[in-house]
Nanobody, 115 residues
Framework: QVQLVESGGGLVQPGGSLRLSCAAS????????MGWFRQAPGKERELVAT???????NYADAVKGRFTISRDKAWRTLYLQMNSLNSEDTAVYYC?????????WGQGTQVTVSS
């Protein structure tokens, strides 16, 4: 069973930075894509950034130039460096891993951008 645990969320002022981490419980076979999603109150969950097994990276337009997705070499930990945060980035951030077994989600970590 794949278990994903996000961490690194919190309260940050506008213009600040946070780094999210997503740790997998063990080696996940056949990873196709890993990614970060977010869900703001009253809104649908949306893609933030993804990285494929061949390390192709994709960002949502809203975060391009501000967020950076990365992973460790073993594909055990996924990161999201978030800079120049604004109130629109306030949401619960979720990690997702897709492999041949399907999609696996973490429990989410809250990011709140407020002065």
């Amino acid at each position: 069973q794949v278990q994903l645990v996000e961490s690194g969320g919190g309260l940050v002022q506008p213009g600040g930075s946070l780094r999210l981490s997503c740790a997998a419980s063990g080696t996940i076979p056949g990873i196709q894509v890993m990614g970060w999603f977010r869900q703001a109150p009253g809104k649908e969950r949306e893609l933030v950034a993804t990285i494929t097994g061949s390390s192709n990276i994709n960002y949502a337009d809203a975060v391009k130039g501000r967020f950076t997705i990365s992973r460790d070499k073993a594909w055990r930990t996924l990161y999201l460096q978030m800079n120049s945060l604004n109130s629109e980035d306030t949401a619960v951030y979720y990690c997702r891993v897709r492999n041949a077994w399907g999609d696996h989600w973490g429990q989410g970590t809250q990011v709140t951008v407020s002065s």
